[in-house]
């Protein structure tokens, strides 16, 4: 029985125009500017060995790797112009891979990579905030929930008590 996909957007069967792979890797840097201090007393201050300093408002970093492999035609490339509001496309390195062939020695292979990094004008005050998902080009989006929510929470998981 075949696989059905109800989010697909695309459905061509065998035809190997359609994309085959496509990865797309994203990570959130959240640098709150907060330094760590030791306390120069021997004894310390108020009890504590160290003090704990903020030197800056909080910046956030959206670092986006992908991968794009596709038979025939060139895989699709992410817009990084089209990210949202808020957002500012600080780099872009893009690493077209040589051309190969498939097995049968004749159909041409096409592979592209690249990293796109954004800094947000904004940030939320919670550090998942603007964190999203990434979705492959194939995928309607409006159908997933792509946030990370408050609810989304455990406290469990990094307790130590």
């Not at 959130?28 to 500017?33: G, H, I, M, N, V």
């Not at 699709?76 to 500012?88: I, R």
């Not at 040589?98 to 800094?119: E, H, I, K």
Request: proline share 8%; with cysteine.
């Amino acid at each position: 029985m075949p696989v059905k996909d109800t989010n697909s957007i695309i459905n061509q069967g065998n035809n190997q125009s359609v994309i085959t792979d496509y990865r797309v890797r994203s990570r959130f840097e959240r640098d709150f500017r907060r330094y760590q201090l030791g306390i120069t007393s021997p004894t310390g201050f108020l009890g504590r060995t160290a003090a704990f300093v903020q030197l800056a408002a909080p910046t956030l970093l959206w670092v986006v790797d992908w991968t794009g492999c596709s038979f025939l035609d060139k895989p699709s490339v992410p817009d990084p112009y089209t990210v949202g509001l808020g957002w500012v496309l600080l780099d872009a390195c893009l690493e077209p891979a040589a051309v190969t062939v498939a097995v049968d020695g004749s159909t041409p292979l096409y592979r592209l990579t690249g990293t796109y990094v954004f800094g947000h004008e904004l940030p939320g005050p919670l550090v998942y905030s603007n964190v999203r998902f990434p979705v492959a080009p194939w995928i309607d989006g409006t159908n997933l929930i792509v946030t990370i929510a408050a609810t989304d929470l455990d406290p469990a998981i990094l307790s130590f008590g």
